[in-house]
């Protein structure tokens, strides 16, 4: 069993950075590949990011490559987001998920957070 908790969340400018905190509990939590998923009001949950257990094989949406960089620290059980030049649609709820195989399809991840809200404003 794993369990997720997220933070770092907050109201931001445009152009401004934040970076995003994915705790987890559970020892078997080094073994999960890990993804960072967002969703905006009234739009479906999409993927943002990935990282493989071992801190390879990271992923990346086309839509933030070159502005956000994922990475995981094992020994901490914790995943980050950071975010630079964020903007305005970037504004959505961020979740961490785990799952145990190589993918970006939210319906391959079987634990979520609970969410925190990211808010960029113009």
């Known amino acids: 069993q794993v369990q997720l908790v997220e933070s770092g969340g907050g109201l931001v400018q445009a152009g401004g950075s934040l970076r995003l905190s994915c705790t987890a509990s559970?020892?078997?939590?080094?073994?999960?590949?890990t993804g960072w998923f967002r969703q905006a009001p009234g739009k479906e949950r999409e993927f943002v990011a990935g990282i493989a257990w071992s801190g390879s094989n990271t992923k990346y949406a086309d839509s933030v490559k070159g502005r956000f960089t994922i990475s995981r620290d094992n020994a901490k059980n914790t995943v980050y987001l950071q975010m630079y030049s964020l903007k305005p649609e970037d504004t959505a709820v961020y979740y961490c998920?785990?799952?145990?195989?190589?993918?970006?399809?939210?319906?391959?991840?079987?634990?979520w957070g609970q969410g925190t809200q990211v808010t960029v404003s113009s």
């Open positions: 559970g020892r078997t939590f080094i073994t999960y590949r």
């Open positions: 998920a785990a799952a145990l195989i190589n993918s970006d399809s939210v319906t391959n991840y079987g634990y």
